[in-house]
Nanobody
Framework: QVQLVESGGGLVQAGESLRLSCTTS????????IGWFRQAPGEEREGVSC?????????YKDSSVKGRFTISGDKADRRVYLQMNNLKPEDAAKYYC???????????????????????????WGQGTQVTVSS
């Protein structure tokens, strides 16, 4: 049985940091990539970052998070992390980790990136962890 469990959310002030963890079980981490998504009330779920644990290739959705957020993983511990620095009120959302079959390396990078941020392609999801940022 595949399980993804997020932890590490909380209430912080703008400018502070949080590290989210996604603990996985029942899944081959060499065959799947793990992505982080977030969803604020009334908004669509959006991709944040993704990592292929076979070779630790990372992807970031856009410049709004790149440079502030860092995704990493530890296959031995079966965990994926999202380090979030300099948090802003607009980062407040429920954060989810999810698993997607890893895409072949022969695909163009731009195509892979688009696919990894399409939530419809993901097979397994965690329950989410809430991040609240006060201004």
């Amino acid at each position: 049985q595949v399980q993804l469990v997020e932890s590490g959310g909380g209430l912080v002030q703008a400018g502070e940091s949080l590290r989210l963890s996604c603990t996985t079980s029942g899944i081959d981490l060499d065959s799947y990539a793990i992505g982080w998504f977030r969803q604020a009330p009334g908004e669509e779920r959006e991709g944040v970052s993704c990592i292929e644990l076979s070779d630790y290739t990372t992807y970031y959705k856009d410049s709004s998070v790149k440079g502030r957020f860092t995704i990493s993983g530890d296959k031995a511990d079966r965990r994926v992390y999202l380090q979030m620095n300099n948090l802003k009120p607009e980062d407040a959302a429920k954060y989810y980790c999810a698993a997607i079959p890893a895409l072949p390396g022969s695909m163009p990078t731009a195509q892979v990136s688009r696919a990894y941020f399409d939530s419809r392609r993901y097979t397994y999801w965690g329950q989410g962890t809430q991040v609240t940022v006060s201004s």
